[in-house]
C-alpha cells in the first residue's frame, strides 16, 4: 500500500520558472488536500478539494493552482515561482463520511527551494 | 473558521502522563476536535477526534469539555517517541481542515 505519494520530493527552481507538484493516492479517498509548512511554523492550507472536478481555496491560496481532474490525483502548480514559496508541501488525503470527512493521510513532504 | 490557542511548548517526564490543552472556544456545534502530531519534518500524524463524547484509542485518550470550548489530548504513559508537535484542530463538514500552531511536546528522560 503506497498510501499518499508526493511527487518530486526535492526541487529547485529559479525566480519565475513554473513547476507541478503531483499528489497520487491509492485508497479511493474524495477529500485531498494540500499545505505548505515554513521552517519553526505550523501547518498552512494552499487547496483542497472535495471531490473529483472540484477545488476549493484555502488560507494562502495566492500564486498557486491546482486540478484535480482524477479522484487519485491533486496537482499544485506555481506559475512563477517566488523565492517566498520556498518551502515544504503537504500533501493529505481523507476518506468520506456521514459529517465530512475522516482523519487526513498525509505524503512525506515537497521540499521546494526558490532562489 | 474555529480558531485554536494551543501552549507553544510543554514537558513531561517519560513515563508520565501528558496532557496537552486546546482552546477551541469558536467552535461550531457541528465541528470535530481533531487531534495530529508531526516528528521531526515528517508527515502529521492522525491520533484521535471526538464531537461531544470523551473518546479513546490504542494512541491516547481526548476530553473534551461539557461546552465543547475546550478539550485536553492525553498520552498515559509518554515516551521518548512522543517527542513531537501536536496540533489541535476543529473540523467542519465543508472539507477544510486549519492548523493551528501547535504544542511542542519534549519528553525527556
Known amino acids: 500500500n503506497a498510501g499518499v505519494t508526493q511527487t518530486p520530493k526535492f526541487r529547485v527552481l529559479k525566480t519565475g520558472q513554473s513547476m507541478t507538484l503531483l499528489c497520487a493516492q491509492d485508497?479511493?479517498?474524495?477529500?485531498m488536500y494540500w499545505y505548505r509548512q515554513d521552517p519553526g511554523m505550523g501547518l498552512r492550507l494552499i487547496h483542497y478539494s472535495v471531490g473529483e472536478g472540484t477545488t476549493a481555496k484555502g488560507e494562502v491560496p495566492d500564486g498557486y493552482n491546482v486540478s484535480r481532474l482524477k479522484k487519485q490525483n491533486f496537482l499544485l502548480g506555481l506559475e512563477s515561482a517566488a523565492p517566498s514559496q520556498t518551502s515544504v508541501y503537504f500533501c493529505a488525503s481523507s476518506y468520506s463520511r456521514a459529517g465530512g470527512a475522516g482523519e487526513l493521510f498525509f505524503g512525506e513532504g515537497s521540499r521546494l527551494t526558490v532562489l | 473558521d474555529a480558531k485554536t490557542t494551543q501552549p507553544p511548548s510543554m514537558d513531561c517526564a517519560e513515563g508520565r502522563a501528558a496532557n496537552l490543552p486546546c482552546n477551541h472556544s469558536?467552535?461550531?456545534?457541528?465541528?470535530?476536535v481533531y487531534w495530529y502530531r508531526q516528528i521531526h519534518s515528517q508527515g502529521p500524524q492522525y491520533i484521535i477526534h471526538?464531537?461531544?463524547n470523551n473518546e479513546t484509542n490504542e494512541m491516547a485518550s481526548l476530553i473534551i469539555t461539557e461546552d465543547r470550548k475546550s478539550s485536553t489530548l492525553i498520552l498515559p504513559h509518554a515516551t521518548l517517541r512522543d517527542t513531537a508537535v501536536y496540533y489541535c484542530?476543529?473540523?467542519?463538514?465543508?472539507?477544510?481542515?486549519?492548523f493551528g500552531q501547535g504544542t511542542e511536546l519534549s519528553v525527556k528522560p
Open positions: 485508497m479511493n479517498h474524495e477529500y
Open positions: 469558536t467552535i461550531s456545534g457541528n465541528e470535530y
Open positions: 471526538g464531537l461531544k
Open positions: 484542530s476543529p473540523y467542519n463538514q465543508g472539507g477544510k481542515l486549519i
